[in-house]
C-alpha cells in the first residue's frame, strides 16, 4: 500500500515538474516574441526617424533641388509662415512647417520680388529674403485679364504690357512643366492650359519670367475654383467642369444668367441634342462674329458643337467664379434655346422651338420681344 502512494506522488511530482517545464518554456517564448517585437518596432522607429531626418536633412540644405531660378513676391508684412507656404507651394522647399520651425523670429521678410533657387539653402533662401528687394516695391505693372479670355489674348495683354512677348508666353503656356495635379489631370497636349489661367488683377514686377507668369495665373486658379470644385463633391472631372464653364462664360450676359444658360446646356446633354453654341465656333475662327455663316457651322472641328454632340474638346476661354459654380449648380428649367438681344445685353430663354423662332424674328425685325408664353411656362 505504501509502495502504491509513494507511486502516486512521483507520478503527480513527475507531473508538476513537466507542468514547471511546460510553463517555463511558454513564458520565455513569450518573453523572446516580446523581445523581437521590441526590437521591430524600435528598429522600424529609428528606420522612420532616420528617414525624416535625412528628409529634413536635405530640405534644408537644398539638396535634390533643380538649380532652377524662381521669382517670389514677398507681400507687405509677410512673416515665415507666409513665406514657407509661398516656398512650398513653389516647390522650392518640401516642408513649410519646417521652414518656418527653422525661421523663428530670427529674420525680416522685406517687401518685393526676390529671386531664388531651388536648391538653395534654408539660411541661404532666409539671408536672399532678408535682404532688399531686387526690384524694390513699387514697379509693378498691373495686368487685368477679364473673364472669357483666350490664351492668345492673354498673350497679347503681357506683350502690350511690355513683360514678355506673346511667343514666349505661349511656348511656356504649351511646354512648360508645372506640378499643380489640375495640370497634370488635363487629358489634351493641344491647348492644354486653355480655361486654367485665372482671370484676375495681377500685380507683376518686370523681368518676370513666362513660367512664373503662368504660374502666378495657376496659383490663382487653384486658390479660387479648386475650393468651390472640391466643396461640390461632383463627380465629373475638373476639366469637364472647366469645359462647360468656358462656354457658358462666353454665353452668358451677366452673372446672373449664367445657371439659366447652364440649365439649357445640361437640358441639352440630357435629351443628346447639340449644343449648337456660336461661342464654341467663334472660338475656331478667333473671331467673336456676330452672325455665323453656314460655312462657319460646318467647320470640322472637336470645338464646334454645332457639328459634334456634347461639349467641346476643352475650355474655350478662362471662366471665373460664377461660371463655375453655374456649371456645378445650374438652375432647373425647362429651356432648351436661348437667344441674345440685339446690343447683347441679355438672352432670352425658350422651352419650344417655336417660341424660339418668334424671338428670334422679333430680335431680327426690331420688335420688343413677347416673354408672354414663357413666363406662363414657368408658371
Not at 488683377?201 to 523681368?207: F, L
Not at 458643337?305 to 456649371?327: E, F, H, Q
Not at 419650344?352 to 426690331?366: D, L, P
Amino acid at each position: 500500500m505504501e509502495n502504491r502512494v509513494q507511486s502516486l506522488e512521483e507520478l503527480e511530482a513527475r507531473k508538476a515538474a513537466r507542468e514547471a517545464a511546460k510553463n517555463l518554456k511558454l513564458k520565455r517564448r513569450k518573453r523572446i516574441k516580446r523581445i523581437i517585437v521590441c526590437v521591430l518596432i524600435a528598429a522600424v522607429v529609428v528606420s522612420i526617424f532616420g528617414t525624416i531626418i535625412t528628409l529634413a536633412y536635405r530640405d534644408i540644405n537644398g539638396l535634390g533641388g533643380d538649380n532652377k531660378m524662381y521669382v517670389i513676391d514677398v507681400p507687405a508684412g509677410a512673416g515665415a509662415s507666409t513665406v514657407a507656404n509661398l516656398l512650398a507651394n513653389r516647390g522650392i522647399i518640401k516642408y513649410a512647417p519646417l521652414f518656418k520651425l527653422y525661421a523663428g523670429n530670427r529674420y525680416m521678410f522685406q517687401q518685393g520680388r526676390h529671386s531664388v533657387s531651388s536648391s538653395m539653402t534654408y539660411k541661404q533662401l532666409l539671408e536672399t529674403f532678408a535682404s532688399y528687394a531686387v526690384h524694390g516695391v513699387g514697379d509693378q505693372v498691373e495686368v487685368v485679364i477679364p473673364e472669357g479670355s483666350e490664351l492668345n489674348q492673354i498673350a497679347a495683354i503681357l506683350e502690350e504690357k511690355g513683360l514678355c512677348s506673346s511667343a514666349d508666353f505661349m511656348n511656356e503656356v504649351n511646354y512648360g512643366v508645372f506640378s499643380h495635379d489640375f495640370v497634370n489631370a488635363i487629358p489634351r497636349a493641344d491647348n492644354r492650359l486653355e480655361g486654367y489661367l485665372f482671370p484676375a488683377t495681377y500685380q507683376i514686377y518686370p523681368g518676370t519670367t513666362p513660367h512664373d507668369i503662368v504660374t502666378m495665373m495657376l496659383d490663382a486658379f487653384n486658390s479660387n475654383i479648386m475650393p468651390v470644385y472640391n466643396a461640390s463633391n461632383t463627380k465629373d472631372t475638373v476639366d469637364y467642369v472647366v469645359t462647360m464653364a468656358s462656354v457658358i462664360q462666353r454665353e452668358a450676359a451677366s452673372d446672373d444668367e449664367m445657371p439659366l444658360v447652364a440649365s439649357v446646356f445640361n437640358n441639352r446633354l440630357y435629351e443628346k441634342k447639340k449644343l449648337e453654341s456660336c461661342a464654341t465656333v467663334q472660338y475656331i475662327l478667333h473671331e467673336r462674329k456676330t452672325v455665323l455663316s453656314e460655312d462657319d457651322i460646318a467647320i470640322d472641328s472637336p470645338y464646334n458643337t454645332y457639328k459634334y454632340a456634347g461639349l467641346p474638346v476643352g475650355p474655350i476661354s478662362s471662366p471665373g467664379v460664377a461660371a463655375v459654380k453655374a456649371a456645378l449648380y445650374p438652375k432647373s428649367t425647362p429651356y432648351m434655346y436661348f437667344v441674345a438681344a440685339s446690343d447683347g445685353s441679355r438672352n432670352y430663354f425658350s422651352e419650344t422651338y417655336a417660341e424660339h423662332e418668334r424671338k428670334v424674328e422679333q430680335i431680327q425685325s426690331g420688335q420688343p420681344v413677347d416673354e408672354t408664353a414663357d413666363a406662363q411656362t414657368e408658371g
